[in-house]
């Protein structure tokens, strides 16, 4: 089944720690992307790729960094965690830039920062 | 920072009601989707408009893009409680590198 999958779906941490949020797709897809939405801010992107080894920063990058090793995977980190950062992750991925392809959203990752 | 701003944030109303969510910016898009999520779920794609002007229709769904490209709408005809759910409107710019989401609509259609 084609999908975008993102690990852990729920992370209550601590200030400071370390984290990872994973995202990965099965359909060889070369943009991914993450977003956070928040309540009455929409989705606000944080980080995108146009393919292995390109990344960019989106509106929100502070405190985020990505990387883009392989082209199925595409993980968030949160060097030091902060409470701002409490959010819903989405990680998305699509085909190409054309308009016609269809952006994919991951299920989710409700993280809270203590 | 560009915005785009959807109205109303909330909405609830009675089954076999007509509606419409507006999607308003200041800035031109390539290109304006229209999704839909549902709780503890990522969005989902309903539609792409790309030209000024544009309507899509979508069985009981009918979106239009401004002729200007700045501005969206959803109209749900007899909406059914099925159609409960978050609505959010996306524009993409010339090059689609980034995509900036409104706000969302969150629609109850009660029985």
């Known amino acids: 089944e084609a999908q975008v999958t993102q690990n852990p779906r729920y992370l209550i941490t601590v200030t400071g720690k370390k984290l990872t949020v994973t995202c990965s797709q099965n359909?060889?897809?070369?943009?991914m992307s993450w977003y956070r939405q928040d309540p009455g801010l929409g989705l606000r992107q944080i980080y995108y790729s146009m393919n292995v080894e390109v990344t960019d920063k989106g509106d929100v990058p502070e405190g985020y960094k990505v990387s883009r090793k392989e082209k199925r995977n595409f993980p968030l980190i949160l060097e030091s965690p902060s409470p701002n950062q409490t959010s819903l992750y989405f990680c998305?991925?699509?085909?190409?830039?054309?308009?016609?392809?269809?952006?994919?959203f991951g299920p989710g990752t409700r993280l809270t920062v203590l | 920072t560009q915005l785009l701003e959807q109205s109303p944030q909330f909405l609830s109303i009675q089954e076999g009601e007509n509606l419409t969510v507006y999607c308003n910016s200041s800035s031109v898009f390539s290109s304006l989707q229209w999704y839909r999520q549902e709780p503890g779920e990522g969005p989902v794609l309903l539609v792409t408009?790309?030209?000024?002007?544009e309507v899509k229709k979508l069985k009981r769904l009918t979106f239009q893009f401004g002729d200007a490209r700045k501005d969206s709408s959803l109209h749900i005809t007899a909406a059914q409680p099925g159609d409960t759910g978050l609505y959010l409107c996306?524009?993409?710019?010339?090059?689609?590198?980034?995509?900036?989401f409104g706000a969302g609509t969150r629609l109850f259609v009660k029985a």
């Open positions: 359909m060889n897809h070369e943009y």
């Open positions: 998305a991925s699509r085909l190409s830039l054309a308009y016609y392809n269809e952006q994919f």
């Open positions: 408009v790309v030209t000024g002007g």
């Open positions: 996306a524009g993409a710019y010339t090059g689609g590198f980034k995509t900036i």
